[in-house]
């Protein structure tokens, strides 16, 4: 299969340009040229089947052509090796968590990391070629998923970007407590800042030519493509409670990397009546969603740090899946928007109520769907963190302490390493010039 543009100004590419590129020279991000539709006997089958054995199927309808069968079935079942269940949210008759935090580093962006570690790793042996340097912008648990998932892999150098003092703690040491292959820069700014250095590297003619940069973020199709695995299996736990007619889904949304992945689900046949992107107070597309008009601004730090993002750059793949028409766009999502004071409220009355725990990404998910179910739907809200990767904010929330899992504890213990870089371009290109040689 070949991968477009979205800027629809660079040659079409295959799967293993995608990915080593990261970005299109034009600035756009890829997309495949066709999003293959799963038959309809898929979704009577997924009801009996491991979401290994789910994720594979729909692996195979995304990267079949380009993938030998038994290779791809490898990545998946090494990448999988942990459940991601739907919980029912005690005393709620109609609202389910999906727990996507059971992996490595507690997060959901595991799968993505750990599938794309895994495929560009192959794609590196057949090329021969030297090393490739993963350069990944993170508002939290994107630089502890990627770092860890490429932990080690032998011929990647991964330099995880940071916004100073604004990730939790415990994200902080998930990536800066690791060495070998793993170097955390921390960024003078914000988020924004960071995912701008990131874009202006990939269109840097100097540091293409004497460094192979390739990137983790969602922009990179070996990303953001494998969390649609986590939509059919939903819909598979769904449809075995007997409570998957009138699905709605509420995604915690900062890049809309996940949520887009779940849009192009959507477009495979999986049966889900409509998105919500729940937004903090960086609310760009919410505004968007109201008004047509996209204005990206300055990201704004909130107590749900993973979604401060001000230009979110998977907006410009849900503007190409729905041909830039708006109306057809909320016909498909909706949005809502939460204040931290909405965050920690949620966190509270609901641990009050019904003892779930929440983080503050799945708490804007809850209250998204609380607030916009319609009688006769089944909300689904993605939990996409452990609520003690943001102890503050939670334990201040509920007023009372809780249990550190021994997965965060180890990387408590680690010493932290990072590079302090201003926000300036200049000095970072200098900076991988003169640390990432083609290691």
């Known amino acids: ?92 008759s109609t609202i389910y968590s999906l727990e996507l935090f059971h992996g490595p580093t507690l997060a959901f962006k595991d799968v993505g990391a750990r599938f794309m570690a895994r495929l560009l790793g192959c794609f590196i042996q057949d090329e021969g070629q030297g090393a490739v340097n993963v350069l990944v912008a993170t508002s939290g648990d994107t630089g502890s998923a990627v770092a860890n998932g490429f932990l080690g892999v032998d011929g990647i150098h991964v330099n995880v970007l940071y916004p100073k ?127 047509g008009k996209y204005v990206p601004r300055p990201s704004e730090a909130s107590l749900a740090n993973a979604m401060d993002v001000g230009n979110p750059s998977n907006f410009v793949r849900i503007l190409d899946l729905y041909s830039h028409n708006h109306q057809a766009v909320t016909d498909d999502i909706g949005g809502c928007r939460f204040s931290d004071q909405d965050i920690v409220t949620t966190i509270q009355s609901v641990y009050n109520e019904t003892g779930y725990l929440l983080d503050p990404h799945g708490a804007c998910g809850y209250a998204g769907l609380r607030e916009s179910l319609h009688d006769g739907e089944i909300g689904i809200f993605l939990e996409t963190a452990h609520p003690a990767k943001f102890l503050q904010t939670v334990e201040s929330s509920i007023n009372q302490s809780i249990p550190i899992p021994d997965k965060l504890r180890e990387f408590i213990k680690g010493e932290q390493h990072s590079t302090p870089l201003p926000k300036t371009f200049e000095l970072f290109k200098e900076f991988l010039l003169n640390n990432n040689k083609n290691r």
């Open 1 to 92: 299969m070949k991968y477009y543009s979205t800027n629809k100004k660079a040659p079409k590419v295959s799967l293993q340009e995608a990915v080593v590129k990261g970005l299109a020279p034009d600035n756009g991000l890829y997309m495949p040229e066709t999003i293959c539709r799963l038959p309809d006997d898929f979704f009577y089958t997924i009801i009996n089947a491991s979401f290994q054995e789910i994720a594979t199927e729909v692996a195979y309808a995304f990267f079949g052509e380009d993938i030998e069968a038994k290779t791809l079935k490898d990545i998946v079942y090494d990448t999988l090796n942990f459940d991601v269940p739907l919980v029912p949210v005690k005393g709620e």
């Open 165 to 291: 003092g604004l990730v939790s703690e415990i994200q902080e040491k998930q990536f800066t407590t690791l060495g070998q292959n793993i170097t955390a820069l921390e960024i003078d700014g914000t988020f924004d800042d960071c995912q701008r250095l990131v874009k202006t590297a990939f269109l840097d003619e100097e540091l293409n030519r004497k460094l192979k940069l390739t990137s983790a973020n969602s922009i990179n199709v070996a990303r953001f493509l494998p969390q649609a695995f986590y939509y059919f299996y939903a819909y598979a736990q769904a449809a075995r409670l007997g409570k998957a007619e009138n699905l709605v889904v509420c995604v915690p949304s900062g890049n809309f990397g996940n949520i887009t992945a779940g849009l192009f689900a959507k477009r495979m046949g999986l049966p889900v009546k409509r998105f919500i992107a729940a937004n903090n107070k960086n609310d760009v597309f919410y505004n968007y969603l109201q008004t």
